[in-house]
């Protein structure tokens, strides 16, 4: 069985601080991680994925996250948060197949002025 | 990638109705997934729809209750049957372009409100 846990339920930052969002997985299998953002009323965006070719993924918009197989984390870092990152964020852990998709309880990022 | 599409976006129905969600795909896509995400909550998975076959539903949620359809590789359809306010949910289709990242694409959802 899969499972994700996203440390914090809500993360405050200020506008161009550095953003950490955080993320600890458990697989039976070697698994992809996945990071989607979805903002108000909008749907879930792709933000950046880890299909083991490297432990470091950059994606869009400044993000990237590594993956540690040793501490069973994927964590979400961006150097300067904008106003437009604000939103909720899930992780998600899926087998290689990609038929078990499971969502973490999702992190809602603020960023103030 | 993939531009999924799913009508109606938003809806209010009366208790005890059922409504149609409609999710349309771009390109053929061999598996696409149903997902709930109710107020505040992430996202569950509900059924994985392929074509040609029954729907796979995952544990809590029963065919009588959430029948789909897939008739072909580009379209699916997910019913709420018999509604009540518990239901008011987003409802979310997503689909597996079957490459090898095994990522999967989000359609702008479905937000049902119960009365």
């Known amino acids: 069985a899969q499972s994700v846990t996203q440390l914090d339920s809500h993360v405050s930052v200020s506008e161009g601080t550095p953003v950490l969002l955080r993320c600890n997985y458990s697989s039976s299998y070697s698994p992809s991680l996945f990071w989607y953002v979805q903002h108000p009323n909008k749907g879930l965006q792709l933000l950046l994925k880890y299909t083991s070719a490297a432990t470091l993924v950059k994606g869009i918009n400044g993000f990237e996250a590594e993956f540690k197989k040793s501490e069973t984390s994927f964590h979400l870092t961006k150097p300067s948060a904008h106003m437009s990152d604000a939103a909720e964020y899930f992780c998600v852990v899926s087998d290689m197949r990609g038929q078990n998709f499971v969502f973490g309880p999702g992190t809602r990022l603020s960023v103030l002025p | 990638s993939a531009v999924i599409s799913q009508k109606p976006s938003r809806d209010i129905c009366q208790r005890g109705t059922s409504l149609t969600i409609q999710c349309q795909v771009d390109s053929q896509v061999t598996m696409m997934f149903w997902y709930r995400q109710q107020p505040g909550q992430s996202l569950t998975l509900i059924a994985t729809a392929n074509q040609g076959s029954e729907a796979t539903y995952e544990s809590g949620f029963v065919i009588d209750k959430f029948p789909i359809s897939r008739p072909n590789l580009t379209f699916s359809t997910l019913t709420v049957s018999n509604m009540s306010p518990e239901d008011s949910s987003i409802y979310l289709c997503?689909?597996?372009?079957?490459?090898?990242?095994?990522?999967?694409?989000f359609g702008p959802g479905t937000r049902l409100t119960v009365l």
């Open positions: 997503s689909v597996d372009i079957g490459n090898s990242y095994n990522e999967q694409f």
